[in-house]
């Protein structure tokens, strides 16, 4: 059973960049979709990144478009959000899924079996 792990959340100022982690394991990543969901309070989940395993695709929600990137450590089986310019309507508890399937086109929904705990990034100056 996979595990994932996220770390890397805390307080940033709007404007700021914050480096989220996610480890993944047993599993390499080569092996599964990797998706970043956040959910503020009182709001539903929204899905905001997907790297497929196998082919490497890449898709970010509109909102996040231009400011987040996706890194990935292979060595460190670990997969890196960074977030630049970052705004309050960021804020929220960050987490990342995996699943053995491509990203496609319906990855902001879900359908990722597996789930870290999630992180916290809180957006105030």
């Known amino acids: 059973q996979v595990q994932l792990v996220e770390s890397g959340g805390g307080l940033v100022q709007p404007g700021g960049s914050l480096r989220l982690s996610c480890a993944v394991s047993?599993?390499?990543?080569?092996?599964?979709?990797i998706g970043w969901f956040r959910q503020a309070p009182g709001k539903e989940r929204e899905g905001v990144s997907c790297?497929?395993?196998?082919?490497?695709?890449?898709y970010f929600a509109d909102a996040v478009k231009g400011r987040f990137t996706i890194a990935r450590d292979n060595a460190k089986n670990t997969l890196y959000l960074q977030m630049n310019n970052v705004k309050p309507e960021d804020a929220g508890v960050y987490y990342c899924?995996?699943?053995?399937?491509?990203?496609?086109?319906?990855?902001?929904?879900?359908?990722?079996?597996?789930w870290g705990r999630g992180t916290q990034v809180t957006v105030s100056s």
């Open positions: 899924a995996a699943e053995v399937r491509p990203c496609g086109t319906s990855w902001q929904l879900g359908g990722f079996g597996s």
């Open positions: 790297v497929g395993g196998s082919d490497g695709k890449t």
């Open positions: 047993p599993f390499t990543l080569d092996y599964y979709a």
